[in-house]
């Protein structure tokens, strides 16, 4: 890992006395390759697909991802969805034997950095529930990556540590509740429902099939919507293969 024996601000400070190189998209995706290689030290490799870049590194039956997309507008990118994740064979393996793909695509918590750890010198836009960075030159993007190398570093590897199992994640998900409970448990593809059932049933059976008759019975009242529909036959798809 690069060193970080300078502050934020001192780095800041040399950055910005590089010139202002404007960015392309070339030189866009050959910063990130070379000023993050120490993910690649560290045992992650490095993907891309449609302008969403990630790390991601299995042991044995967990996986690692710290992952951000772009869009690009000219010479300026915004970027956005800055993130850890982390995969529980346990949880993703039963989502993938009913939803196919690759078990790489799937993710059961996540970890989003808290705003207020964003140095003040560096450019970004809050929106209703997240925030993008804006990208105009190269020194820009050196700062950003700057601070996804702390964000790794410093709330990332602490966040997999903790979570060394589910029952630490089934812990913290009784404590959890909206939009925290949402920004935890992976939420994408509109499978939480289905994830938490998982981590119930492994955890505590019991109060796991208390969570499915309550949301199979909220989610039955409201099936002709096709997305709640969709949402429902998933989940019995998941109780049939749990119960197999």
Not at 93 to 104: H, N, R, T, W, Y
Request: charged share 25%; with cysteine.
């Amino acid at each position: 890992m690069l060193a970080l024996e300078l502050s934020f601000r001192d780095i800041i400070t040399l950055i910005k006395q590089l010139p202002q190189k404007r960015m392309n998209n070339k030189l866009f995706k050959e910063i990130i390759e070379s000023e993050l290689e120490f993910f690649q030290a560290d045992g992650y490799s490095l993907r891309e697909v449609d302008r969403n870049i990630w790390f991601e590194k299995k042991i044995e039956s967990e996986g690692f991802k710290i992952s951000f997309s772009y869009t690009e507008y000219g010479d300026t990118f915004h970027v956005n969805g800055l993130k850890a994740s982390k995969r529980f064979e346990e949880v993703e393996s039963i989502l993938q034997k009913v939803l196919g793909g690759e078990l790489s695509n799937y993710y059961t918590i996540t970890l989003n950095p808290d705003e207020t750890s964003i140095p003040s010198q560096l450019l970004y836009r809050k929106t209703e529930n997240n925030f993008h960075f804006e990208i105009d030159t190269v020194a820009d993007l050196q700062l950003f990556l700057r601070f996804v190398e702390s964000f790794y570093e410093y709330a990332a590897l602490p966040f997999y540590q903790l979570y060394d199992s589910l029952f630490k994640v089934y812990d913290t998900t009784k404590e959890l509740k909206g939009d925290q409970l949402l920004r935890f448990v992976n939420s994408s593809s509109n499978l939480i429902f289905s994830r938490l059932f998982i981590i119930k049933s492994y955890c505590d059976r019991p109060k796991a099939e208390e969570y499915y008759s309550e949301i199979s019975s909220e989610l039955t009242k409201m099936r002709g919507n096709n997305t709640m529909g969709s949402i429902l036959s998933i989940l019995k798809a998941v109780k049939s293969e749990i119960e197999a």
